[in-house]
């Protein structure tokens, strides 16, 4: 019950305008053939950025130097700019008490905003076994 009055309370004060972000991104990096992968984990980032509290971040064993560089195309991308969006949310919502988890959980989400690729986004009742998660929110 919580977790679903955080994630209103998120998306009312700042989640879908972060998850546009991401959508925006998605929809740009789509445009040549050579981002695409960018563009969906985008999609997958703009997804829990909607919806996050009850998500966990885990790093995906498979993930070798295809990942990586795919990471630093994708900061240059669009990693950097959704950052700075993240960090201006937390700032608005951490004026408020009520808002300081939320902008908490901002922050938190910097990292996989910036490099997304080797990680997977995944419900925290459901993590794999033997999996360490790199967070939680």
Not at 37 to 50: T, V
Not at 107 to 129: E, L, Y
């Amino acid at each position: 019950m919580l977790r679903a009055i955080l994630n209103v309370i998120w998306l009312v004060t700042g989640g879908i305008w972060l998850a546009l972000g991401y959508f925006l991104f998605g929809a740009v990096a789509c445009l040549f053939i050579v981002t695409i992968p960018a563009g969906i984990a985008s999609f997958r980032m703009g997804s829990y950025a909607l919806w996050p509290f009850g998500k966990t971040v885990v790093n995906r064993p498979s993930a070798g130097a295809g990942s990586a560089i795919m990471n630093v195309i994708w900061f240059l991308i669009g990693g950097m700019w959704l950052a700075l969006g993240h960090l201006t949310t937390a700032a608005a919502q951490a004026v408020t008490i009520i808002g300081i988890p939320l902008a908490i959980a901002n922050v938190k989400m910097i990292p996989v905003t910036c490099f997304p690729f080797g990680k997977q986004i995944v419900d925290s009742a459901s993590i794999p076994p033997g999996t360490t998660p790199v967070f939680t929110i």
